[in-house]
């Protein structure tokens, strides 16, 4: 158990719809990044928060948006769903968000869009 | 931009047999390396990891030295057993510029199967 928590495990919805994935960090830790697993397109980072502050952006779609509250978790939304968004969504959380941190893993989020 | 690749997949190996993985990487600024690992249905966890040049990470086994003269870092076990089926994925994160960025970028992952 990495101690990174993620809600809801499964999640399946329709095409157009919005939906919000949580994720609670290990306690202590300051940086969450979220991150997108498909088969097409392997492990991709999307965006990064550091205590509330995004510090980092990678290939996130318009669609999609994500905040880190005062208590440090931290949620994603997508909206507008397409099929191409199906993946599964990887919350992970690190002490200071540095690039020599380690990062603590959540189980995951797998969405399925139908 | 940043990126890592790794060998093809999926590598199959019986039992007690040597294991390698290769991963090269091309980085703008002065890179962390990262080899985690992803169980069936489980996220993924750091295996180990190197943050400068000539650094050898090593945890149950396993071992990569972080060679910024090829750009490798290869992970190796000298002994796999079946539990060490998985999918390895190599990766990266990077400080240019003066900042430090902890996004990973990460290889197309090698899945690793171990008969007894």
């Known amino acids: 158990d990495s101690g990174v928590t993620q809600t809801p495990k499964h999640l399946i919805t329709a095409t157009g719809q919005r939906v919000t994935l949580r994720c609670s960090p290990r306690?202590?830790?300051?940086?969450v990044y979220w991150y997108q697993q498909s088969l097409d397109q392997g492990l991709q980072f999307l965006i990064q928060?550091?205590?509330?502050?995004?510090?980092a952006k990678g290939n996130i779609l318009e669609r999609f948006s994500a905040q880190q509250f005062p208590d440090l978790h931290s949620e994603l939304n997508l909206s507008s769903l397409e099929l191409g968004d199906s993946a599964l969504y990887f919350c992970?959380?690190?002490?200071?968000?540095?690039?020599?941190?380690?990062?603590?893993f959540g189980p995951g989020t797998r969405l399925t869009v139908l | 931009g940043d990126s890592v690749t790794q060998m093809e997949g999926p590598v199959t190996l019986s039992e007690e047999a040597f294991l390698t993985i290769n991963c090269t990487y091309t980085?703008?600024?002065?890179?962390?390396l990262f080899w985690y690992v992803q169980y069936p249905g489980e996220g993924l966890q750091l295996l180990l990891k190197?943050?400068?040049?000539?650094d050898k990470g090593s945890n149950k086994g396993f071992e990569a030295t972080y060679r910024k003269e090829t750009t490798s870092f290869h992970l190796e076990k000298g002994s796999v057993q079946v539990s060490d089926s998985a999918v390895y994925f190599c990766?990266?994160?990077?400080?240019?510029?003066?900042?430090?960025?902890?996004?990973?970028?990460f290889g197309q992952g090698t899945i690793l199967t171990v008969h007894p």
């Open positions: 190197a943050t400068k040049a000539d």
């Open positions: 928060y550091y205590n509330g502050e995004e510090r």
């Open positions: 980085a703008t600024g002065y890179p962390s």
């Open positions: 992970a959380s690190s002490v200071e968000g540095w690039d020599t941190d380690t990062q603590y």
């Open positions: 990766a990266l994160s990077v400080t240019a510029g003066g900042t430090s960025y902890g996004k990973l970028t």
């Open positions: 306690s202590g830790d300051l940086s």
